[in-house]
């Protein structure tokens, strides 16, 4: 038996040695899920098969390269051939082998997110329909839903609920809307990321042939986070094992986060019916994380109705309990968080990277940033503004994609006039019209604009032409994505323009489009990557998700700050889950059903699993939210966490000690607040001399009390539900409110 074997518990071996037909895993977090697939590969590999005939699905780009990367560790770089990736990523791949069948080249570009609807907008324009009634975010949406449950344009008109719907949303016209975007991304050769998949699907449903030959050529498919595959997805995975029938499909039901982009939980139970031969195998026990992290995990995941039981237990050592952090304020929060993150750091010699603060929104990023710079400790950011989305960078992309793809819409858009060159945007709506009218693709409008137009405005657009088609001559010359890249980087004017802004800004995008360069370089110099052309470089920066951004400089140890979502599948030592108030965590948007909250609490139960030796909760009692300081109530998830897991004294202290001086930074005080006065928190109340929280366990209806912010008010309501009490309290000044009691700090007047 390989050295790897001896690794695993007994049905985690039992999973990596199943030979042929199904198998699905359902099991809880940390519990060597991911582990096991990536076993099973080198197993397989190992044992003789082919790596060209393993397909396996991740979440991200990253999870690939890691996956892969440790595959690679013990069965050498043959690794390399497995077919690994998202599902976009690898569906993009065979869509553009197999394009000519959907009638695409296989040069189209990938339209994102800004892309489709900045399209959208501009036939919204077109159909004279009123851009405050139909949003393009809120129409995009409704696209993208449809398409994500294999709804097409024609089949969306036609169907008379789905017409209703809209109706009764104000919005009938989201079909032919939805029919007009398709055609208009067919014409310029384009795909958006819903239609990666949606695109397969069709591709495999009207081409037998296509789908034989991708049901032989791939005779193990692997599925990670299979909680989290939509339908589009679930269905491209089932016809490629339909004839093989070996697939794998990892994933825990208590981590599914993503219903409200389609990921349907139902997919775990149809795998039984689609695959009656299926094995399924537990893995019960968690290796990642400490006693009082999985306790507390299960303690919050246990009020979800919708679940599949399983245990889930550690052999791990009892850990320390879970510290909740009070903070006064939004600043007062990132700065008693990163206090604590530089204090564990010393005391456990640990590194950045062993830090991960997580939070629901990206916006709330803005506080720990600004604490972790004072610090100087290094950090990264995954998501939020990516360097990809960056205008400069945008930019650079956009030439660069309409050199490979003429048809490319909205690529023309974004380089007609830039840098300007006096075309105005009449001019430029009437070749877009133009184009959609004739049916041609905006391409040929250009380069024969005498035909459309006539006047002085055809001068710039004759250079314009000019100048696409020497860069075009340099791809048919062969030349490589660098070389194209910096000589359009130059020749465009786009470098001379930033050159010349001498602002810090301006500097900072010369560099930022350098860097894009540099990207570039490494590109065609990585020997892995053997197709050197720009439209593959495209492709790769095309499918990059958020989690997949580079660091900016060769310092990677750093503190990761990320929204849960982009947290999935990761483990870190440190764990700080930020921002634990009503309202936010839960968010506020998903309040209204059972369904919406219990998907909350499973992301709660993703953050809480991320944890490998310590958990950390914070809150703050107020915070600026759209530029108005709103006063906030601890997280109704802070009071499900059975309560013998947490240890809520820093809380209390923080607490006492604010309210007789400024708040206390142990040895830092001095450097804090040199360069940081904090934001003084607003004083709904003056509480009254000599202020002391009263001892609550006995506070009944109708008694009158005292809050250090909110005054006074009168006992409306208990709630005493275990250990979690509650006391509705009708306060004089601010209304009523819902106070935790285990948090809130009263005083029976
Ligand atoms: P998640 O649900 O969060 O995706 P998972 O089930 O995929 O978690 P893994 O990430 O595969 O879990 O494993 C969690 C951690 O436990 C990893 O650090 C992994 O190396 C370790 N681990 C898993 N199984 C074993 C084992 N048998 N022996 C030692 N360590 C293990
Ligand atoms: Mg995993």
Redesign the pocket.
Known sequence: MTDYLS???EP?RQAVMHGEGPLMII??????????LTFRIAHLIENGVDPFRILSLTFTNKAAAEMRHRIETSVGYEARNIWMGTFHSVFAKILRIEAKYLGYTSNFSIYDTDDSKSLLRSIIKEFNLDDKVYKANAVFNRISGAKNRLVSADDYLNNSIIQADDKAARMPEIGRLYKAYTVRCFQANAMDFDDLLFNTNVLFRDFPEVLYKYQHKFHYVMVD?FQDTNVSQYLITRKLSAVHQNICV?G?DA?SIYAFRGANIENILNFEKDFPAVRTIK?EQN??STQNIVNTANSVIARNKAQLRKEVFTENEEGTLIDVIKANSDNEEGRLVVTSIFEEKMQGSLRNNDFAILYRTNAQSRSFEEALRRLGIKYRIVGGLSFYQRKEIKDLLAYLRFIVNQQDEEAFKRIINLPKRGIGDTTVAKITVSAAENSVPIWDVVSNIHQYVSGRATVPIDKFAYLIKSFMLMIDQGKDAFEVATHVAKTSGILRELYEDKTVEGLSRYENVQELLNAIKEFVDNPENEDKTLGTFLQSVALLTNADEPDDDGDNDRVTLMTIHSA??L?FKNVYVVGMEEDLFPSQMMLESRQDLEEERRLFYVAI??AEQKLTFSYAESRYQWGRLKMCEPSRFLLEVDQRFLNTTKATREMATRETQPAPMGFLKNITQKTAPSRAPVATHQPSEGFAPSDTSGLTEGQKVEHPKFGFGVVSKMDINGTDRKATVKFDAVGEKTLLLSFAKLRIV
């Open positions: 690794s695993l518990n985690q099991a809880g977090a940390g519990s060597g899920k991911t582990r096991v986070e990892v825990d981590q893995l290796y990642r999935k599948g483990e699993t991320r």
